[in-house]
């Protein structure tokens, strides 16, 4: 049995229906362009989310990063030793805290003696640039340099609250470094959850990029930490007893400009510049035979790198264009500030894999249509 109720509403022993919404659009074409323009909200929502969260998500790649590394690092030891996936992880952690413990130990107090002595000798070879140039005309004043600096500095990025400063810095990394191993431990949980929420259709792709952006991110960085050993360990051998052959004296910090070399080597382009020049200023704090000496072992080091080491990682990993690669350092650091620059490159290549991996998908497609448009009969 039903009965009306005096408001309208029909009672029926399973319950109430409340009735058609006051909030129901009628015009099917008003509806239509409503939902159009509920979707464009939505999607225009999620851009002004991630410029805010920008920071954070750069945080998460810096993360992938490093759980690449940790990850490559334990697949080369699985070709040796017949571990679990857990306990090589552990061993690549191990190996990395015993690393930083020994330089700390037995190479911090010499490179920390040197790096309270590298600003003094700095400052002096740029009074003395400048000398120079004033002595042959150029009128740059002190004034004209600070303005110089503080411009680049703008130029190349604001760091952040997130990154800027030395504990925002070391909460950066800290953050990196917790977030990538639990993403180097078990990375499958991860793959899956972002899977779940792609549609079903599409799933394949997801997983098919991802397996080559995962691939090229160990081969890119592993050829990234080999550039930067062997461009560090160069250096160093280079600066301190390589001299000696023309009767030279070893270069002054020559420990700290190899460590330093080494460490800018992981941002290509511009960090050889800087470390070119770091190491030139040293050098002709000890006259100019020795400085001489230093732009030699620059282009030396630089050369070497350029033409054999990076064409033989380039075969392995994704061939990025330097001004390409020039082009991003520029942006992601006026973006995102430092840490946007050291990962401008690993991001390019993960960008230049996923729109390779789609091409490859839609000539795939466009192959098997124009395969059946010939098979049909006519």
């Known amino acids: ?7 309208g509403s029909t009672n029926d022993k399973g319950g109430d229906t409340a009735g058609a919404s006051p909030t129901r659009i009628e015009s099917p074409k008003l509806r239509y362009e409503a939902s159009k323009a509920l979707v464009w909200g939505l999607v225009i929502g999620l851009i002004v989310l991630a410029v805010h969260l920008s920071q954070s998500l750069l945080v998460i790649f810096g993360a992938l990063v490093f759980a690449a590394m940790i990850d490559g690092g334990a697949r080369l030891l ?38 309270a002595e590298f600003p003094a000798i700095i400052g002096e070879q740029i009074g003395r640039l400048l000398a120079f140039l004033q002595s042959k005309g150029f009128a740059i004043g002190q004034e004209d340099v600070q303005k110089i ?16 400063g030395i504990f925002g810095g070391l909460t950066t990394a800290f953050l990196i470094a917790i977030i990538g191993i639990y993403l180097a431990i078990d990375p499958r949980v ?10 079903e259709g599409r799933r ?16 890119l960085l592993a050829g990234r930490l080999l550039g930067m050993g062997f461009e560090g360990f160069f250096t160093w051998i280079m ?12 270069v002054p910090m020559a420990a700290l400009l190899g460590l330093l070399t080494g460490l800018l080597a992981f941002i290509p382009n511009i ?7 770091l190491m030139v200023l040293v050098g002709f704090s000890g006259g100019t035979e020795m400085g001489l000496y230093t732009i030699f072992v620059y282009f030396l080091v630089q050369n070497f790198d350029g033409y054999v080491l990076v064409p033989m990682i380039a075969k392995k990993t994704v061939d990025l264009a330097p001004a390409l690669v020039l082009s991003a350092q520029l942006i992601f650091g006026a973006l995102f500030g430092i840490l946007g620059l ?34 049909e009969p006519a």
């Open 1 to 7: 049995m039903t009965d009306t109720s005096p408001s």
């Open 342 to 375: 050291a990962l401008a490159d690993p991001m390019l290549a993960m960008m230049k894999v996923a729109l390779e991996r789609r091409a490859v998908r839609l000539q795939k497609g466009d192959d098997a249509r124009h395969g059946a448009m010939k098979a």
């Open 149 to 164: 600096a503080s411009n680049l500095v703008s130029g190349v990025g604001t760091v952040t609250k997130a990154i800027g």
């Open 78 to 115: 699985g070709r040796i030793l017949p571990l679990g996936r857990n306990w090589r992880v552990g061993i690549v952690l191990l190996l990395t805290v015993a690393f930083l413990i020994w330089l700390g130990y037995f190479a911090g107090s010499q490179i920390s003696q040197q790096a």
């Open 204 to 219: 394949d792709a997801f997983f098919d990029t991802l397996s080559y952006q995962a691939y090229t991110m160990r081969r």
């Open 239 to 250: 600066l301190a007893f390589g001299g000696m052959i023309i009767g030279l004296e070893p």
């Open 190 to 199: 991860y793959e899956r959850g972002v899977a779940w929420m792609i549609p």
């Open 271 to 277: 960090g050889a510049i800087i470390s070119g020049v």
